[in-house]
């Protein structure tokens, strides 16, 4: 209330302010006009008698222009923001009192020269005019000649983005930047100007054009680019070692709301991420509309973005399973506020507890299943392997048993690529899990059994980006396992995505396997991520490494060698053929698991490399080049 009343307070002084300016002017300019028809000369302005006539409609005239004022807006203006728009008005507003007081006063018989209204005309919609870009007009004047108290900028993109933020940060009190120079890939706008900075050249010039103008931060504005082009730019930005920032999302382009505010810092996230993803949204919305959907594991990194997306596309009924409360929670917090009509339910329990599993299934028929309930720390599950064949392994069995068990159409496993070639006991299980829902799916009359395969993602829970962000903010050290060791990355909402594309595909027994675009070195993340916080590595942040933890892979694989890859209609999601096992001994080798899990035996390992023999206990080596890994994924 306290704010409210100082902005309201603030806007009639200014309003106060103008009036009693625009009074000023208004006679000011009749008096002028008067003055120069009769060449300055005083008193014979004074013998002619048509000073008189002004000064006796003066009243009724004054008032009369600042309610014509009032009714064209030029009372609501910003001064900052004054631009060609408001002219425009000052000069219609200023014609139609010239031409409203010659009328009134011919009317009155008081006399004016013929000449009189156009010269008045003209001389007050100069003054306002004036009088309403002074405020801009001192700004400028500001930047201009104490540009040495803001920060020297340069701005990548010399395109209508890049106007705008250009106008903005003249005008905005906020703004502590000066655009020095452009930078823009077009050549026809090379030595050109916009808005009165040059236009120096292409993302070839970005370093030599940062220390010709002495530049310290850099502002990127071209919103409609390509992920591949921004990383590119970005990566040539970020060699400067200027403070990077840039522009928001086209749509806040498109609708003007471009401030100082929305300009953010650079995040690895542009830096990593992928054009991006498309898929076929029409047939999401048709698979999940007025069905009844359970997300096991809903309040985790992949649960709750599933329940976002699922939320938006209309279902019946959304369940959120979790056994943290703290994370079911504020997913379900989220969802009741974004979507404030969507019939949710939120239970707390564990996949492992078959009852309760069973119980779920009884009360809610749910219709499709996203499994996502999952341990997936791999050194966690090291020392810890029989819980994650408990929860991992048999909690998969129970939700996959109640699918089949009370017909779900649709069953979507959250698989990984540690599955394949697993060198650790978690991606062992989540091999398992792959064999179980292939197993299922051979017997299930109605339920469609898949799972879906695919890396890291961006900032998830326990991954490597959040934990490199805490070490940077407590001064480091930044501790990377190996210098060679390289991942797949890809952003939560497009991996969930297309996990839910690739849910429209299932017929069932298959293995979706997701392109998750070029591997990342860690070492040069680890890198980028201090450089983005405007320090250098090994001087001001030092970079520890700290050797591989137990079951980790150099790299991570996305499909092992005997399993074919078919094209589906969405080229990012590829299906593998399920691999031949005898579902007998499957079943043999799970009670033999449970029996052991249960006893939480030291050696089950031994058992779990018995039923996943592509299960190896020490890393695989680094492939002779980086590329392999995307060869596994297209050929």
């Known amino acids: 209330m306290g704010i409210s009343k100082r902005i309201n307070t603030k806007k009639l002084v200014r309003v106060v302010a103008l009036i009693l300016g625009d009074l000023v002017l208004v006679n000011l300019a009749q008096f002028l006009a008067l003055y120069v028809r009769f060449e300055f000369s005083m008193s014979t302005l004074r013998e002619s008698g048509f000073l008189d006539s002004i000064v006796r409609f003066a009243p009724a005239y004054s008032l009369m222009c600042i309610l014509i004022f009032a009714l064209f807006g030029l009372y609501n203006s910003l001064w900052a923001y004054v631009s060609l728009k408001e002219a425009v008005h000052t000069g219609e507003a200023s014609a139609l009192a010239g031409l409203l007081q010659y009328i009134f006063m011919s009317m009155l018989k008081l006399p004016l020269p013929r000449s009189f209204p156009a010269m008045n005309i003209l001389l007050l919609a100069f003054f306002i005019v004036v009088e309403r870009f002074a405020y801009r007009l001192i700004r400028t004047i500001q930047q201009e000649y104490g540009y040495e108290r803001r920060v020297r900028t340069m701005l990548i993109g010399a395109g209508a983005a890049g106007d705008m933020v250009i106008r903005e940060l003249s005008t905005s009190p906020q703004s502590h930047n000066r655009i020095v120079c452009?930078?823009?890939?077009?050549?026809?706008?090379?030595?050109?100007?916009?808005?009165?900075?040059?236009?120096?050249?292409?993302?070839?010039?970005?370093?030599?054009?940062?220390?010709?103008?002495?530049?310290?931060?850099?502002?990127?504005?071209?919103?409609?680019?390509?992920?591949?082009?921004?990383?590119?730019?970005?990566?040539?930005?970020?060699r400067t070692g200027c403070l990077i920032?840039?522009?928001?999302?086209?749509?806040?382009?498109?609708?003007?709301?471009?401030?100082?505010?929305?300009?953010?810092?650079?995040?690895?996230?542009?830096?990593?991420?992928?054009?991006?993803?498309?898929?076929?949204?029409?047939?999401?919305?048709?698979?999940?509309?007025?069905?009844?959907?359970?997300?096991t594991g809903g309040g985790g990194s992949i649960g709750s973005e599933l329940c976002r997306q699922v939320a938006k596309n209309r279902p019946g009924k959304l369940i959120i399973f979790d056994i943290y409360e703290n994370n079911a929670y504020a997913i379900q917090q989220e969802l009741l506020r974004t979507c404030p009509g969507l019939d949710l339910a939120v239970l707390i329990g564990s996949v492992r507890d078959k009852q309760r599993v069973r119980q779920i299934f009884e009360t809610y028929r749910p219709q499709i299943v996203y499994h996502a309930a999952a341990h997936k720390h791999v050194p966690l599950m090291e020392d810890s392997p029989n819980e994650a064949v408990k929860n991992n392994v048999f909690g998969t069995f129970n939700v996959a048993q109640a699918a089949m068990d009370y017909g779900v159409e649709t069953f979507v496993l959250i698989s990984s690529d540690k599955a394949v070639n697993p060198t650790n006991v978690?991606?062992?299980?989540?091999?398992?899990?792959?064999?179980?829902?292939?197993?299922?799916?051979?017997?299930?009359?109605?339920?469609?059994?898949?799972?879906?395969?695919?890396?890291?993602?961006?900032?998830?829970?326990?991954?490597?980006?959040?934990?490199?962000?805490?070490?940077?903010?407590?001064?480091?050290?930044?501790?990377?396992?190996?210098?060679?060791?390289?991942?797949?990355?890809?952003?939560?909402?497009?991996?969930?995505?297309?996990?839910?594309?690739?849910?429209?595909?299932?017929?069932?027994?298959?293995?979706?396997?997701?392109?998750?675009?070029?591997?990342?070195?860690?070492?040069?993340?680890?890198?980028?991520?201090?450089?983005?916080?405007?320090?250098?590595?090994?001087?001001?942040?030092?970079?520890?490494?700290?050797?591989?933890?137990?079951?980790?892979?150099?790299?991570?694989?996305?499909?092992?060698?005997?399993?074919?890859?078919?094209?589906?209609?969405?080229?990012?999601?590829?299906?593998?053929?399920?691999?031949?096992?005898?579902?007998?001994?499957?079943?043999?080798?799970?009670?033999?698991?449970?029996?052991?899990?249960?006893?939480?035996?030291?050696?089950?390992?031994?058992?779990?490399?018995?039923?996943?023999?592509?299960?190896?206990?020490?890393?695989?080596?680094?492939p002779e080049h980086s590329g392999e890994e995307k060869v596994l994924i297209h050929n």
Do not use: W
Not at 182 to 207: C, F, Q, S, T, Y
Not at 561 to 579: C, D, R
């Open 182 to 238: 452009i930078i823009d890939d077009d050549r026809k706008k090379h030595g050109m100007h916009l808005a009165g900075v040059p236009v120096v050249g292409g993302r070839d010039r970005i370093a030599e054009a940062a220390a010709q103008f002495r530049v310290s931060e850099i502002i990127f504005a071209i919103p409609s680019c390509t992920h591949s082009q921004r990383r590119e730019i970005l990566t040539l930005c970020q």
């Open 426 to 622: 978690m991606g062992a299980t989540k091999r398992i899990c792959e064999m179980i829902i292939q197993m299922f799916a051979r017997r299930a009359e109605k339920t469609r059994f898949v799972g879906v395969r695919f890396g890291n993602v961006l900032g998830s829970n326990g991954s490597v980006i959040p934990l490199f962000r805490r070490q940077i903010e407590t001064g480091g050290p930044v501790t990377v396992t190996h210098r060679d060791i390289i991942r797949y990355f890809m952003t939560i909402p497009e991996a969930v995505s297309l996990v839910m594309q690739a849910g429209v595909y299932a017929k069932g027994g298959e293995i979706f396997v997701l392109d998750m675009g070029d591997p990342v070195r860690i070492d040069d993340l680890a890198r980028k991520m201090i450089r983005l916080s405007g320090l250098e590595p090994d001087v001001d942040i030092q970079i520890v490494y700290t050797g591989l933890r137990p079951g980790e892979k150099l790299y991570e694989e996305l499909l092992m060698s005997e399993e074919g890859l078919e094209k589906t209609a969405n080229n990012l999601i590829f299906v593998g053929h399920p691999n031949g096992f005898s579902d007998e001994e499957l079943e043999k080798a799970l009670d033999r698991l449970y029996a052991l899990c249960q006893d939480n035996a030291p050696d089950i390992a031994d058992e779990i490399a018995a039923i996943v023999k592509t299960y190896h206990r020490e890393a695989a080596p680094l």
């Open 245 to 295: 920032k840039t522009l928001p999302g086209l749509v806040d382009i498109a609708n003007g709301r471009v401030t100082v505010q929305k300009l953010r810092k650079v995040d690895i996230e542009d830096l990593l991420g992928r054009d991006s993803v498309s898929v076929n949204s029409g047939e999401i919305g048709e698979h999940i509309q007025d069905k009844t959907v359970l997300v």
